[in-house]
């Protein structure tokens, strides 16, 4: 093996236990006040060869939840540690230097044995695909599960169009990490909550959460610390400057984009009127952009519904959402650095009310839009959330502010099947439509983030 690799594969050079104890991902856990347990890694595939993606933001830990699936083949499934191989994609320049680690590898595997191999941050390696189409086409992983991580979600739409019928017979190939969700965080940090009614402290949890949003370290810092690390938000800004970059993307335009997204955020927006306002001087260079922040993870496009198709309206605006509170936070620091609002314990960006609403908008739309189809309504008035489930819409009204207006309900009390989602929970119902505590509708809707 490469010499470069071998700290990713103690497992091999000193045994299981040595593994469990000081791969660096695995003991990095062991110092953090929550270390949690990715349910993911008992999904991953164990049998069946093929080849297989993982996709997620940065810093949401899909390092660390490939470690746990390699500890959970070799103590539950009691695959041997020399069939498993863990590579980083960082060091490794293009795919002629790929194919040569690859072949030198498959010289060392044993014959006809199923064997494990990782390839994480595939998307840092020049032309990956045209190496893995190779091996694909020669045969030579077909004894081979073979699992290709990235932070950039093109990379699991590359994986569709390259490899069509190579991917082997798994019903789930392709797999997408999300932050944690509200459910999850309770579960790791108050599990005696989740069966609870209490408002005051299920709303208690929720304002933590809207600070630190499924991101483990930001979650682990407050914990920790009482606040957000700077280190922690910079680590997290600068992947997305750098990532960018390596896109060939202006710096500047990024810094723009996001402040175009800020400005405008929870409102209906179109790449005209954003281009209107930045120095970037064309809708389709502003949509090349967002394109790629939402492979990035760091954005999502929330489109108004079509109700008779169920799909989107194309000529509709749009709505541009961070993918988690800490990203918002992280991208906000970036830009307004001198401000430095979030060394505190509770961020004053939860307390000003509406910034508050901005940020419970954006778990919700990102707790729905992970598990469904996701839009938002627009006809004669607004509705926030509008998901696909069981071949019909389930529109959601969310109020986090205390004054409400009859005229906000115009839209909503339309469909029998709406709710709306408040903040303080005074009556079952409003203007005839179902009314629920937001924090506890969303730890029953939405258990798990994938």
């Given amino acids: 093996m490469d010499p470069r690799f071998s700290i990713y594969n103690t497992h091999i050079s000193a045994g299981i236990d040595y593994f469990c104890q000081h791969d660096p991902q695995l003991s990095a856990l062991q110092d953090m006040p929550y270390s949690y347990a990715f349910p993911m890694a008992k999904q991953l595939p164990t049998e069946t060869p093929g080849i297989y993606t993982l ?23 009691h695959v041997l540690p020399s069939q498993i191989l863990f590579l980083t994609g960082d060091i490794i320049d293009d795919h002629h230097q790929l194919l040569q680690i690859f072949t030198q590898i498959l010289t060392t595997l044993p014959k006809e044995i199923l064997a494990y191999i990782i390839i994480d941050e595939i998307t840092y390696i020049k032309d990956w695909d045209k190496c893995i189409k190779f091996l694909a086409d020669s045969g030579q992983l077909r004894h081979i599960i073979l699992m290709l991580s990235g932070s950039d979600l093109a990379m699991i739409k590359e994986a569709r169009m390259r490899f ?83 896109r060939k993307k202006q710096e500047i335009y990024v810094r723009e984009l996001f402040s175009g997204v800020i400005k405008h955020y929870t409102s209906q927006i179109t790449w005209n009127t954003l281009a209107k306002e930045l120095s ?34 194309p000529k509709k605006a749009k709505k541009v959402f961070f993918t988690d509170p800490f990203v918002f936070h992280a991208t906000f620091a970036w830009l307004h650095p001198s401000e430095n609002i979030y060394q505190t314990q509770i961020a004053p960006a939860t307390a000003d009310p509406i910034r508050a609403a901005q940020l419970v908008e954006t778990v919700v739309v990102n707790h729905f839009r992970q598990q469904y189809p996701t839009y938002y ?18 529109p959601i009204e969310i109020k986090w502010r205390n004054q409400m207006h009859p005229k906000e309900f115009k839209q909503i009390k339309k469909y029998k099947n709406a709710e709306i989602w408040v903040k303080n929970l005074t009556s079952d119902d409003i203007e005839g439509v179902k009314v629920r505590f937001l ?12």
């Avoid at 810093?59 to 499934?77: A, D, P, Y």
């Avoid at 407050?222 to 750098?242: E, H, P």
């Fill in 55 to 77: 996709g997620g933001s940065r810093q949401i830990g899909k390092s660390t939840l490939l470690k746990q699936w390699m500890k959970s083949l070799m103590l539950e499934k």
């Fill in 377 to 394: 309504i627009k006809a004669e008035g607004e509705v926030d959330v509008a998901y696909i489930d069981q071949g019909k819409f389930w």
């Fill in 280 to 313: 970037i001087d064309h809708h389709k260079t502003i949509a090349d952009y967002v394109d790629c922040l939402s492979d990035m993870d760091a954005l999502f496009v929330q489109h108004a519904l079509q109700e008779d198709k169920l799909t989107a309206a």
């Fill in 439 to 450: 924090p506890l509708a969303l730890t029953r809707k939405v258990k798990c983030s994938f």
């Fill in 164 to 246: 069509p019928g190579r991917r082997g017979n798994a019903d789930t190939v392709d797999f997408h990490l999300y932050p944690l969700s509200f459910f999850e965080y309770l579960k790791l940090t108050s599990p005696e909550l989740i069966e609870a009614t209490d408002h005051a402290l299920l709303l208690a949890k929720f304002t933590y959460y809207l600070q630190h949003g499924g991101y483990l370290t930001a979650i682990n810092d407050l914990a920790q610390f009482g606040i957000i690390r700077n280190a922690t938000i910079t680590t997290y800004s600068d992947w997305i400057r750098g990532d960018m970059l390596k």
